[in-house]
């Protein structure tokens, strides 16, 4: 009876973020918090 054993280690780097990947960023969590914004509005007339 033979055992064989496979290892594989995989590493994964982080890159820095670009200038650009930031302003997607904001304008997305924007974007996110206006929803929000909205849909606290309109359930709050609701009831």
Do not use: G, S, Y
């Amino acid at each position: 009876m033979t055992i064989h054993l496979f290892f594989l280690t995989i590493t994964i780097e982080r890159r820095k973020p670009r200038q650009r990947n930031r302003e997607e960023e904001r304008f997305a969590r924007a974007a996110e918090e206006e929803l929000v914004d909205r849909k606290c509005f309109f359930h709050q007339r609701l009831f």
